[in-house]
């Protein structure tokens, strides 16, 4: 997928509103402002999907945040079938990421350290968890670990991403089992959830190959080497 003209000069004012709208969102989760979460919440994915999308972001990585969107609107109802349909949106955005992260070989002892947590923490959910939602829940668990591992096929970015998701995720879990939650709790949902889906996009972008540099004295379609490199990092901060 490559850029549509005139497309890169939006990237910049993208990130800048998609950054100035999680500020309002998260000022608004700490003072309590519930209207300013619920005005912000849903311009955020579609925000940074716009961003990858302008510096010619592959379709999975933008189908992927778009299903975030998706599932941030659903859960916004406080209802068993809208948390379930938003549950189905965000599992459809992991398979997204999981084809985009393709087929490379990572070590497997992350792979393992992911089980271990996974088994440890449904353990410890379990006995509080509604009974209509284990085995959705852990189906979901299952796929969102292994997203959160193969993260790690695109870099340190992309890896701290899929990382933040799953704790993300595992605090929204802990409230739905009824268990000790943290001060605030709502906004370090949010945070790291925003964090992980920046950090997964800045990873794709990052993973992207950078063209080899000319001669000394050359440059690429009027552009110099450095200014290409400067460019091929897509939503990276300005």
């Known amino acids: 997928?490559?850029?549509?003209?005139?497309a890169p000069r939006l990237v910049r004012p993208l990130l800048v509103a998609f950054l100035f709208v999680a500020a309002v969102d998260l000022a608004g989760l700490l003072a309590g402002m519930q209207t300013a979460h619920f005005v912000a919440k849903p311009l955020?994915?579609?925000?940074?999907?716009?961003?990858?999308?302008?510096?010619?972001g592959p379709r999975l990585l933008v189908a992927a945040l778009l299903c975030g969107?998706?599932?941030d609107v659903l859960l916004m109802p406080d209802s068993e079938a809208a948390f379930l349909a938003g549950m189905a949106c965000f599992a459809a955005g992991h398979v997204c990421y999981l084809l985009l992260f393709g087929r490379a070989r990572l070590r497997p002892a992350a792979g393992l350290a992911y089980a271990a947590v996974l088994v440890a923490f449904l353990a410890y959910l379990w006995p509080g968890l509604p009974g209509e939602l284990r085995i959705p829940l852990t189906g979901y668990s299952l796929l969102l670990a292994a997203m959160a591992w193969r993260a790690g096929a695109l870099g340190r970015y992309a890896a701290l991403g899929g990382a933040l998701f799953l704790l993300s995720d595992a605090l929204i879990a802990t409230g739905i089992a009824d268990r000790p939650q943290l001060p605030a709790h709502d906004f370090w949902i949010m945070l790291t959830y925003l964090a992980a889906q920046y950090l997964?996009?800045?990873?794709?972008?990052a993973e992207r190959q950078i063209p080899p540099a000319p001669p000394p004295g050359r440059t690429v379609r009027g552009v110099s080497e450095s200014e290409t490199s400067e460019d091929s990092h897509a939503c990276a901060p300005p």
Do not use: F, N, V, Y
């Open 200 to 205: 997964l996009t800045r990873g794709r972008s």
């Open 44 to 56: 955020l994915m579609p925000l940074l999907a716009a961003c990858a999308a302008a510096r010619g």
């Open 1 to 6: 997928m490559t850029p549509r003209a005139g």
């Open 69 to 71: 969107w998706a599932g």
